[in-house]
Nanobody
Framework: QVQLVESGGGLVQAGGSLRLSCAAS????????MGWFRQAPGKGREFVAA????????DYADSVKGRFTISRDNAKNTVYLQMNSLKPEDTAVYYC????????WGQGTQVTVSS
């Protein structure tokens, strides 16, 4: 089982940057596909980005391609989401996800982008 704790959210102006971190506890972190999802007020949870266990394959939602970068450090059991050129529509609670045979979720971290 994996426990996930996100950090790094906050308030930023449009065009700014934030880096989210997700620290995982438990064993065999490198066996998990890690991802980020987000949920804006009144909307469903949506996929943002994912990275495979080795960190050599990534996938992004079209809405964040070219602006967000997902990475992981398996030695630190941590996955990151670097968010640049932020837009007001990026405002949401961002959730870390770990997937192997089951899905595990963090508690979420709020990102607010002001115009």
């Amino acid at each position: 089982q994996v426990q996930l704790v996100e950090s790094g959210g906050g308030l930023v102006q449009a065009g700014g940057s934030l880096r989210l971190s997700c620290a995982a506890s438990g064993r065999h972190f490198s066996n998990y596909v890690m991802g980020w999802f987000r949920q804006a007020p009144g909307k469903g949870r949506e996929f943002v980005a994912a990275i495979n266990g080795k960190g050599d394959s990534t996938d992004y939602a079209d809405s964040v391609k070219g602006r967000f970068t997902i990475s992981r450090d398996n030695a630190k059991n941590t996955v990151y989401l670097q968010m640049n050129s932020l837009k007001p529509e990026d405002t949401a609670v961002y959730y870390c996800n770990a997937r192997r045979l089951s899905d595990y979720w963090g508690q979420g971290t709020q990102v607010t982008v002001s115009s």
